[in-house]
């Protein structure tokens, strides 16, 4: 089965203001992620809606799949590349500051073979499941 996959790399917000929201997105369809996240009023719901709408995008084109029939198969947020900046501290000592960058990797996979393996599966275990009915002949 095939997948389609949408990299976003140093995005420049820490990867800790993203998860905040990915944990509400994670589990929803991609179609009603895209909805959740459009309401939301801080940078990284607009950044995530972004990545969320480029990833359906490149699974039309790729899969010749609709939106409705995409589920998220991974979404993950990790660290990227960090600035390292210096602030004057007390008696001149340099102060560090870390501006942080993320990548953010979509997964996505059509739902209706796998709704159709478990059916498959299923089956599978019903028939083997079903005892043989063995007849016993009386013989007198």
């Known amino acids: ?32 992620a895209m909805e959740h996240l459009l309401y939301g009023h801080q940078r990284a719901t607009d950044i995530l809606y972004q990545a969320v709408k480029s ?7 790729t899969l010749k799949v609709t939106e ?16 390292k900046r210096y602030r004057p501290g007390s008696r001149g000592t340099p102060k560090p500051i870390m501006r942080r960058k993320s990548h953010i990797k979509i997964i996505l996979t059509k739902t209706i073979e796998d709704k159709i ?7 599978d ?11 016993k002949k009386n013989i007198k």
């Open 1 to 32: 089965m095939k997948d389609s996959r949408t990299y976003l790399k140093n995005i420049t917000i820490p990867p800790k203001k993203l998860r905040f929201y990915l944990k509400s997105v994670k589990n929803m369809s991609p179609v009603s």
């Open 55 to 61: 990833a359906i995008n490149n699974a039309k084109n």
């Open 68 to 83: 409705d029939l995409l589920k998220f198969k991974a979404f993950t947020i990790e660290e990227g590349l960090k600035l």
């Open 117 to 123: 393996e478990k059916r498959v599966k299923e089956t």
């Open 125 to 135: 275990k019903a028939t083997r499941l079903k005892p043989e009915l063995k007849v």
